[in-house]
């Protein structure tokens, strides 16, 4: 573990802990975003000079980075196995993708998708056509149960909406199967792949899915970069959403109004000057990662069997999971810890130990109710950032916490706990 592994920035903060000296930080919280990549920060950092804006410019500056931002789109398409033909829009994160997708959906599409998916992927559907299906207890049932929806499925277009990794409870979901059932049906498939493709490698020709989104700050980029991937015919034929410069390749006074004639897909839903830095930080991380998907998933998979093996010793603590305890995960792990309030725990963790998980509902509000009593659990999450001395750590100090409970008085502020 750890040879030839892509190294993250901040590996060694140090964070002021109660009554103590400062600590290394353990951040188990990659899931909601990573640390960014060291040779993403000096990809960043080359680029910086050259910062001009793209496409408009004349300049050898503006040249560059128009380069460069055209470069990025093809490292994406790599990174996801995309077909040539397919458009890759750069946009904010994942949750902005999905709902650009909503936006250029055909009249009338039917959309089928399951109910225990994060709300970047529950909620952008509209119309009377959307079927939210119960997430069955077992990976196996959920193709048949697509099956049987699509059957009563309305004539015309239709797409089913999957997630690669759910982010509560890490379990894959079966994909290509699903694909293969939405097809049989005519239907498309979007894949929801945010917490997917830090972990493992994703190719939409082998899954045989029509779109994906994934978000930069969740695969070792900075924040603000994310992209949606796909089938260019719906994203070419809608209406952009951003109106203004870049989406348009013409605009003509007609005396009483204007005459707009959009560009094609990307550049019409990438209205206004484009975040260049933020698709080439995404673009490097993603060759970084597709050069290195061996040494990730070796990392990983060590981390989060020390992980789940440390849980299981603290007395109380329950894993959540939709499909078992032996369904194959990323590394996400959800849990309860019998009575103590998840809140309480992630304060303690944080303000005594130093270490960053995350508590609530994880934007997933219906699966975190399902599977937790009281709808709210405590996530622990691994990534490069990791090391086996955090997890020991954790596990270390979860035990106490939950165990001897703690030295320290906490009170609730604003619903937040505080010591
Ligand atoms: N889908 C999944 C499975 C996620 O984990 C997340 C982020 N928690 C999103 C979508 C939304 O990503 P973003 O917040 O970057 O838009």
Do not use: M
Not at 218 to 229: E, N, S
Not at 257 to 282: K, M, Y
Not at 318 to 327: R, S, V, Y
């Amino acid at each position: 573990v750890g040879v030839g592994l892509p190294r993250v920035v901040g590996a060694s903060l140090r964070v002021p802990v109660l009554g103590g000296e400062r600590v290394e930080y353990a951040n188990l919280d990659h899931a909601a975003s990573a640390p960014c990549l060291e040779q993403v920060r000096d990809a960043v950092d080359e680029l910086l000079p050259w910062y001009a804006s793209v496409h408009r410019g004349a300049g050898f500056a503006s040249q560059v980075s128009t380069r460069v931002y055209e470069q990025a789109r093809d490292s994406v398409r790599r990174f996801l196995g995309a077909r040539a033909t397919d458009a890759v829009v750069f946009v904010r994160n994942s949750t902005d993708g999905l709902n650009l997708l909503a936006r250029c959906l055909p009249r009338h599409t039917a959309v089928v998708l399951f109910d225990t998916d994060h709300h970047a992927a529950l909620l952008p559907w509209r119309g009377p056509h959307v079927r939210r299906l119960r997430t069955p207890g077992s990976a196996a049932a959920a193709p048949l149960e697509l099956d049987r929806a699509l059957r009563e499925a309305p004539v015309g277009p239709r797409l089913v909406v999957v997630t690669g990794a759910s982010n509560v409870t890490g379990e894959l979901w079966p994909v290509a199967e699903l694909a293969r059932v939405a097809r049989r049906h005519g239907a498309r498939v979007a894949l929801d792949a945010a917490q997917l493709a830090p972990h493992r490698p994703v190719d939409l020709r082998e899954l045989d899915v029509d779109y994906a989104v994934l978000s930069g700050h969740k695969l070792y980029a900075p924040f603000g970069a994310g992209a949606l991937v796909g089938r260019s015919d719906w994203l070419q034929a809608a209406e952009p959403y951003l109106l203004g410069g870049g989406a348009t390749a013409r605009v003509t006074d007609r005396g009483d109004r204007l005459a707009v004639a959009w560009s094609g897909a990307p550049e019409r839903h990438e209205a206004g000057t484009p975040n260049v830095v933020g698709a080439h930080a995404l673009a490097t991380a993603c060759d970084v990662l597709g050069r290195h998907w061996e040494q990730v998933a070796a990392h990983e998979r060590v981390l989060l069997e020390r992980l789940r093996d440390g849980l299981r010793s603290v007395p109380g603590v329950e894993e959540l999971a939709l499909f078992g305890p032996d369904h194959d995960r990323v590394g996400v792990v959800s849990f309860t810890a019998g009575a103590q309030d998840p809140g309480y725990l992630a304060a303690a963790l944080s303000a005594e130990h130093g270490i960053g998980v995350r508590d609530g509902a994880f934007c997933a509000h219906v699966a975190v109710a399902r599977l937790a009593p009281g709808g709210r659990a405590l996530r622990a999450s691994v990534g490069l950032g990791t090391t086996a001395e955090h997890v020991d750590r954790f596990v270390a100090a979860l035990r106490s916490l939950v165990t001897e409970g703690s030295r320290w008085e906490y009170e609730r502020q604003d619903g937040r706990w505080v010591p």
